[in-house]
């Protein structure tokens, strides 16, 4: 879909709109709007009562493009298809969190932009970040700390403890591959992707790939 509309932007069109009912749609809209400067971006969201019309291009601008571009991450590393939801926090406290903290913006919309690599300053940043998540009032900067303490307190159940390092890493890559390499190159007809192994997917024995 995102594909199409930016196809009638080059050719000329100026008001374009998208029937959708997912929110990946949305994100991507409100994204690609950022682009396609002087076009009317709308979505046709929804169904029967719940149906209403979404102007991209308005959400897009209120929040400016950069931010608009980092959408992407937001999006993916809060929970999509392909990446898992964080428990018990939904991409509205991520959406405060990323407002509130400049220095992890900057990290959101890098991540938005196809990288190659996710560098360490990046993994301090989301590392910081999840440790808010988790623990409003917490200090500490690497979630192995965070996780150590809120086990040690004893009154929490596991879902509700932090990821591992690791298994933050894995999950930051998974939604890196989906925001930056799939979801923002979504005007590329035909994609070149990097190797699904490298950002936090494996084959299993039937040869299906699942989340390392």
């Given at each position: 879909?995102?594909l ?17 009912t ?8 409100i994204a690609?709007a ?9 979505l ?16 897009s601008?209120?929040?400016?493009p ?29 959406w ?11 990290v ?20 910081r ?11 500490l ?9 809120l ?9 509700n403890?932090?990821p ?11 939604a ?13 007809a ?18 299906v790939?699942?989340?390392?």
């Amino acid at each position: 879909m995102v594909l199409h509309a930016w196809h009638a932007y080059q050719q000329g069109y100026r008001s374009i709109i998208i029937h959708a009912t997912d929110t990946d749609v949305v994100v991507l809209a409100i994204a690609m709007a950022s682009k396609m400067n002087g076009c009317a971006m709308w979505l046709a969201f929804g169904h029967e009562k719940n149906f209403r019309h979404i102007a991209a291009h308005t959400i897009s601008t209120h929040i400016g493009p950069e931010r608009s571009w980092g959408l992407l991450f937001l999006h993916a590393v809060s929970g999509c298809d392909t990446v898992s939801a964080i428990s018990g926090s939904g991409k509205k406290t991520v959406w405060d969190i990323w407002s509130s903290k400049p220095n992890l913006g900057k990290v959101f919309i890098h991540l938005s932009h196809a990288p190659a690599e996710v560098t360490n300053d990046d993994m301090d940043n989301i590392e910081r970040s999840f440790v808010v998540l988790y623990s409003r009032t917490s200090s500490l900067k690497k979630v192995n700390e965070a996780s150590k303490q809120l086990f040690a307190q004893g009154n929490r159940k596991l879902e509700n403890i932090p990821p591992t390092k690791e298994a933050l890493r894995q999950h930051k890559k998974r939604a890196v591959f989906q925001a930056g390499h799939i979801w923002g190159q979504s005007q590329i007809a035909n994609q070149e992707l990097p190797l699904l192994s490298d950002w936090g997917w494996e084959k299993n024995a039937d040869d299906v790939w699942h989340p390392f």
